[in-house]
C-alpha cells in the first residue's frame, strides 16, 4: 500500500507561481508511474502531468510549457512546479501513484488563482 502526502496550495495571483509537493510512503523508485490530477467544480478529474519510474514525463496539452513535473528520489518526493498561473488552472490537485496494478490517490489540495 502506498500513502500519499501533498502539499503547496494556496492562494495566487494571475501570472504567479506554486509549487506542490507529494512525498510517498515507500521508495519512489518502485512505483511505476506518479502524477498529478486535478478537479475543478462541476469538472472530471484530468491528468495534468506525469512521470514514470524511468523519467520520462507527459503534460496535458493546456499546462505544457508553464509546469514541470520533477521528482527525488531521496526523499521520495515528486513535484508539480506551476509558473504563469491562470484561473483556469483553479482546482484541487491530487497526487497518483501506479504501484503493482494499484492506484492510489492523495488527498488533494486546493489551487486558487485569483486576483
Known amino acids: 500500500q502506498v500513502q500519499l502526502v501533498e502539499s503547496g496550495g494556496g492562494l495566487v495571483q494571475p501570472g504567479g507561481s506554486l509549487r506542490l509537493s507529494c512525498t510517498a510512503s515507500?521508495?519512489?523508485?518502485?512505483?511505476?508511474?506518479m502524477g498529478w490530477y486535478r478537479q475543478a467544480p462541476g469538472n472530471r478529474r484530468e491528468l495534468v502531468a506525469e512521470i514514470t519510474v524511468g523519467g520520462v514525463t507527459n503534460y496535458a496539452d493546456s499546462v505544457k510549457d508553464r509546469f514541470t513535473i520533477s521528482r527525488d528520489t531521496t526523499k521520495n518526493t515528486v513535484y508539480l512546479q506551476m509558473n504563469v498561473l491562470e484561473p483556469d488552472d483553479t482546482a484541487v490537485y491530487y497526487c497518483n501513484a501506479n504501484y503493482r496494478l494499484v492506484t492510489y490517490w492523495g488527498q488533494g489540495t486546493q489551487v486558487t488563482v485569483s486576483s
Open positions: 515507500l521508495n519512489i523508485r518502485s512505483i511505476n508511474s
